[in-house]
């Protein structure tokens, strides 16, 4: 059974890094690709990034300056990284694989 | 990257009426593999989203068939052939040919 879980801060302060992890289970990272998927609060999704079986990376041309995804195959996870966060991301993120296995999302609010 | 045009935003229907959801590509979707890779979304409130439809027009295991795709290249719909009370949310198309993977901006469909 695939399963998908994000965790990490539920606030951040502005022009700090967030960092969030997914934990997958039910599936190979080195077979499966892993992506990142955002949404403000009312607003639609958008496609972060993701991470390839291989290990190779594609971003979001407009946050690909300040994102970051890597992964740990020994432990199931993915990680994503962005820095100097700001009041417009906040959001709830995703983790997702093949658009058809999805996390619950958990939400960063960015705020001082 | 690929601009998706979903139309309309916002979409009125009755139960049993059929309805059709319009998305149109900056560039075609053709992969170079020979397979269209755009894919249907439905995101009900509170929830992450479930995949539909991939590959144009196949239906994801367990999705009614009174939900359908088709298309090609630039231009594709989803249609509703009788909805139902549980068919209300968000529908995003997606593509996942080219890098970076791009969303429509959604439709919502909702009870007339």
């Known amino acids: 059974q695939v399963q998908l879980k994000e965790s990490g801060p539920g606030l951040v302060q502005p022009s700090q890094t967030l960092s969030l992890t997914c934990t997958v289970s039910?599936?190979?990272?080195?077979?499966?690709?892993v992506h990142w998927v955002r949404q403000p609060p009312g607003k639609g999704l958008e496609w972060m990034g993701g991470?390839?079986?291989?290990?190779?990376?594609d971003y979001n041309s407009a946050l690909k300056s300040r994102l970051s995804i890597s992964r740990d195959t020994s432990k199931s996870q993915v990680f994503l990284k962005m820095n100097s966060l700001q009041t417009d991301d906040t959001a709830i993120y995703f983790c997702m694989a093949a658009l058809d296995y999805w996390g619950q999302g958990v939400m960063v609010t960015v705020s001082s | 990257d690929v601009v998706l045009t979903q139309t309309p935003p916002t979409l009125s229907a009755t139960i049993g009426q059929s309805v059709s959801i319009s998305c149109r590509s900056s560039q075609s979707l053709l992969h170079s593999n020979g397979n269209t890779y755009l894919n249907w979304l439905l995101q009900r409130p509170g929830q992450p989203p479930q995949l539909l439809i991939y590959l144009v027009s196949r239906l994801e295991s367990g999705v009614p068939n009174r939900f359908s795709g088709s298309g090609s290249g630039t231009d594709f719909t989803l249609k509703i052939s009788g909805v139902e009370a549980e068919d209300l949310g968000v529908y995003y198309c997606v593509q996942s040919t080219h890098a970076p993977y791009t969303f429509g901006a959604g439709t919502k469909l909702e009870l007339k």
């Open positions: 991470i390839w079986g291989d290990g190779s990376t």
């Open positions: 039910g599936f190979s990272l080195t077979s499966n690709s």
